[in-house]
């Protein structure tokens, strides 16, 4: 059965230093997500991307987070500076229509943890 | 703003026995959908039930289904002959069905399900 996979599973990075989540959707899926869940917290949206581009973003996305599909299968959630308030489980879903109608297949998540 | 609150955070059930968890929330939008998803210990998430706000049926599928009272804002999960294997971290999740919105999910705290032998 198909999955969306992460990489890395778990992440320690210093706080300052960039880091890449890495994700592969679901092959034949067209809508892309990155939520995140600090310890203790609600699964949060930060971001939906559809045909190259950002469609959505949470407050929460700011000028720190990029996202892109460098090469039609990856899909990656790029925070350029790390701060501590970064630490969580950042989840990528995908789905084959808009998430209201579709359903989303989520990843087992990468835990981020900044020093 | 939407908001979805789960009440409970933490149940627990015997095996074969009925289980309900509950998930209220809060919007002025008159149509919308809503979704339980499941995590197990694996931290994967997947859908259990949708349902959709205009419809008035409770969503069923299979051992899993739905009380939907849109009046109170209330969507709740019952789980029928519970199994060891519905041992998961429960979420309930809002989205908006208006145009604007690309469907992301609200999520609520979770409540976490240990079903017991």
């Known amino acids: 059965e198909p999955e969306v996979t992460q990489t890395p599973s778990h992440q320690v990075t210093q706080m300052g230093q960039e880091v890449i989540l890495r994700c592969v959707p679901i092959?034949?899926?067209?809508?892309f997500y990155w939520y995140r869940q600090i310890l203790g917290q609600k699964v949060e949206f930060l971001v939906s991307f559809y045909n190259n581009e950002i469609s959505e973003k949470s407050e929460i996305f700011d000028d720190q987070f990029s996202v892109e599909r460098p090469d039609g299968s990856n899909f990656t959630l790029k925070i350029r500076s790390t701060k501590l308030e970064d630490s969580a489980m950042y989840f990528c879903a995908s789905s084959e229509r808009q998430g209201r109608s579709g359903e989303l297949f989520f990843g087992e998540g990468s835990r981020l943890t900044v020093l | 703003a939407q908001t979805v609150t789960q009440s409970q955070p933490e149940m627990s059930v015997q095996e074969a026995e009925t289980v309900t968890l509950s998930c209220t929330y809060d919007t002025s939008e008159n149509n919308y959908y809503l979704f339980w998803y499941k995590q197990p210990p694996s931290r994967q998430m997947i859908l259990v039930i949708r349902?959709?706000?205009?419809?008035?049926q409770n969503a069923t599928e299979n051992r899993f289904s739905v009380n939907f009272q849109k009046a109170a804002k209330s969507f709740s999960l019952k789980i029928s002959d519970s199994q060891l294997g519905d041992t998961a971290m429960y979420f309930c999740a809002f989205t908006s069905n208006y145009g604007g919105s690309q469907g992301n999910l609200i999520f609520g705290k979770g409540t976490k399900l240990s079903v017991k032998p």
């Open positions: 092959s034949n899926h067209l809508y």
């Open positions: 349902q959709e706000a205009y419809k008035q």
